[in-house]
Structure formats: structure tokens, C-alpha cells
T-cell receptor
Framework: QQPVQSPQAVILREGEDAVINCSSS?????VHWYRQKHGEAPVFLMI?????EQKGHEKISASFNEKKQQSSLYLTASQLSYSGTYFC???????????FGTGTRLTIIP | GAGVSQSPSNKVTEKGKDVELRCDPI?????LYWYRQSLGQGLEFLIY????????KSGLPSDRFSAERTGGSVSTLTIQRTQQEDSAVYLC????????????FGPGTRLTVL
């Protein structure tokens, strides 16, 4: 079953913060985050594994709540380059397949 | 080094025709994935290869869809008797190893069925 992402879309001014949530009805072992700009291929941001620590990448970080089967992506002091659609991809233990959410469209305006 | 490449980049076909989409993964990547992305939608898993075998074909939407991988490298996704609902961007990704590694995506093939 497809994970649910929220919000579906968000518009921010440059410098503002955003949180994107990803919830699954299934037990999770891994959560992947990708960003896709219009007309381009998705680009990897980070992976979080069950039992792992919160990850960070520049001003983008993420957390993984195993009990709630949720992950959140945090973007701080957003830049224009952060615009795009963010997808979470979830995987179970021993299952290499990722099930992607429907995406969150993030628009950063000057 | 070279990334994942896909060909053709665009394909327009008539309903009922067969099409073949090709994916060249990054050299040495053992895992290969096919996804489909309809306009404005998320990524829909189709099939996963580990080497030449496909342990998970669960995402193939019908028996008109098939895929193979030869020599642990190039993969071909074949759609027979194409339908208009097959129109989408078909994305291929590869990964160096099965265990929860980053997937590197190719630029995709945009398929339009008239």
C-alpha cells in the first residue's frame, strides 16, 4: 500500500522552513527520500534505516519513527534550489522493492 | 563516470503496437529497477532485478508487460499491444547492491500511445 505524504503541496518564501511527512500502514525497515525537479529524474537525498540515527544533509535532515511507521523530512532556511517534488520510498525488511508516496510539491519563491 | 542511460528518450506509438524500452545501468550495479510515472503522479514500481533474475515482478500491471536483463547489465522492458493508459514516463534505476542502497535513476523514456 502506498505511503501517504503530507502536505501535497506547499509554497514557501526563501529562508522559511518546511516539514514533509510520510506515513505507512506497513511495518517499515527503511525510508528513502528523493527530490525530483520538473522534467528530470529523481535524485537521492538520504536513507533512514530502522534503528538508525536521524540523518542530515546540508540543511535537509530527516527522522524515522519506527513505532508510528512515519518519517519526516525537514528543510531549514529553504533555498530556491530546494523547489521540486519530494518523494518518500518505503521498504520492508528483506524486500528490496520501494513503494513511493504520491509526492509533495515544494515551491520556493524569492 | 557514466550514469544510468535509457533509450529512446521519447517514443510515440499507435495503440496495439509493441514497444521496447532499454536501460543501461551504471557499470557494476547488480540491482536494477523499473518504475512508471504517470503525469503528475508518483513512482509506481514495476519490476526489480538482482543480476539477471527478477525476484519481484509484482508491479507489472498486466501480462502485456515483460522485462528481461542479460549479462547482469542491460535491461529491456517490453510492452505488447500498447494501450493509451500505458502512456507515462518509464524510469529505470540501478543500485550497487541489494541492501538498502541509493537508487540512481536514469532520465526516463516518455511513452505516448495514440
Amino acid at each position: 500500500q502506498q505511503p501517504v505524504q503530507s502536505p501535497q503541496a506547499v509554497i514557501l518564501r526563501e529562508g522559511e522552513d518546511a516539514v514533509i511527512n510520510c506515513s505507512s500502514s506497513k511495518a517499515l525497515y527503511s525510508v528513502h527520500w528523493y527530490r525530483q525537479k520538473h522534467g528530470e529524474a529523481p535524485v537521492f537525498l538520504m536513507i533512514l534505516l530502522k534503528g538508525g540515527e536521524q540523518k542530515g544533509h546540508e540543511k535537509i535532515s530527516a527522522s524515522f519513527n519506527e513505532k508510528k511507521q512515519q518519517s519526516s523530512l525537514y528543510l531549514t532556511a529553504s533555498q530556491l534550489s530546494y523547489s521540486g517534488t519530494y518523494f518518500c520510498g518505503t521498504g520492508g525488511f528483506g524486500n528490496e522493492k520501494l513503494t513511493f508516496g504520491t509526492g509533495t510539491r515544494l515551491t520556493i519563491i524569492p | 563516470g557514466a550514469g544510468v542511460s535509457q533509450s529512446p528518450s521519447n517514443k510515440v506509438t499507435e495503440k496495439g503496437k509493441d514497444v521496447e524500452l532499454r536501460c543501461d545501468p551504471i557499470s557494476g550495479h547488480t540491482a536494477l529497477y523499473w518504475y512508471r510515472q504517470s503525469l503528475g503522479q508518483g513512482l509506481e514500481f514495476l519490476i526489480y532485478f538482482q543480476g539477471n533474475s527478477a525476484p519481484d515482478k509484482s508491479g507489472l500491471p498486466s501480462d502485456r508487460f515483460s522485462a528481461e536483463r542479460t549479462g547482469g547489465s542491460v535491461s529491456t522492458l517490453t510492452i505488447q499491444r500498447t494501450q493509451q493508459e500505458d502512456s507515462a514516463v518509464y524510469l529505470c534505476a540501478s543500485s550497487p547492491w541489494r541492501s538498502y542502497n541509493e537508487q540512481f535513476f536514469g532520465p526516463g523514456t516518455r511513452l505516448t500511445v495514440l
